[in-house]
């Protein structure tokens, strides 16, 4: 059974370029939420897809833009990159029905310069 | 909006003792209440998590006791072992929202 999966693992940009990041959810999920975590802090919300639709959306100027695709995978894609874009981008994936945990995937770190 | 707040930053203990780390949550409608540990350089793991409809949850060494009326929650570590040395991240979210409200984590260290 494939856990939650990200590409690619690290990635370095300089500041207003734009980057795409990869995920693929667990076996079974139709859910994929986004979050951001800076260095030594929790994850923050990004926003959260199912059926193909953005359900919610967290606190993030709309530079942050997403897609889910109808095998279920997902993109994250950050435009104009600021300096403090720089962190961890984790992608956690769950069922809508019923409520089921998040399952988080092993993260693409960005570095922008 | 929800706010999730998480005591102590840091906590080191005696390999063997037991680990206690605290969360207070501001939203009343949370339901789901989890647990996460992220040890250096990977991906939050799910440890234990528990649902409003009951107060506590076991499973080995890690509990979560979970009070609605003062809208806390805790995670309990006992007889400690080196391995359970990472950040512990504490997180809420209410129903049919799935999102995820992050404490700002505590690091745990186990000293043999």
């Known amino acids: 059974d494939a856990g939650v999966t990200q590409s690619p693992t690290h990635l370095i940009k300089t500041r207003g370029q734009q980057v795409t990041l990869r995920c693929s959810p667990k076996?079974?999920?139709?859910?994929v939420s986004w979050y951001q975590q800076a260095l030594g802090q929790g994850p923050q919300f990004i926003f959260q897809y199912y059926e193909e639709e953005e359900r919610q959306r967290g606190n993030f100027p709309d530079r942050f833009s997403g897609h889910q695709f109808p095998n279920y995978s997902s993109e994250l894609n950050v435009n104009a990159l600021l300096l403090g874009d720089s962190a961890l981008y984790l992608c956690a994936s769950s069922l809508v029905f019923p409520e089921e945990t998040q399952y988080f995937g092993p993260g693409t770190r960005l570095l922008v310069l | 909006g929800e706010n999730v707040e998480q005591h102590p930053s840091t906590l080191s203990v005696q390999e063997g003792d037991s680990a206690v780390i605290k969360c207070t949550y501001s939203?009343?409608?949370?339901?789901?209440f989890p647990w996460y540990k992220q040890e250096l350089g990977k991906r939050p793991q799910l440890i234990i998590d528990?649902?409003?409809?009951?107060g506590e949850k076991k499973d080995q060494r890690i509990a979560v006791t979970l009070n609605k009326t003062a809208k806390h929650f805790s995670l309990h570590i006992t007889e400690t072992q080196p391995e359970d040395s990472a950040v512990y991240f504490c997180?809420?979210?209410?129903?049919?929202?799935?999102?995820?409200?992050f404490g700002q984590g505590t690091r745990l260290t186990i000293n043999p």
């Open positions: 939203d009343s409608a949370s339901n789901y």
């Open positions: 076996s079974g999920h139709d859910t």
């Open positions: 997180a809420a979210s209410k129903r049919g929202a799935q999102k995820l409200v």
């Open positions: 528990i649902r409003s409809n009951v």
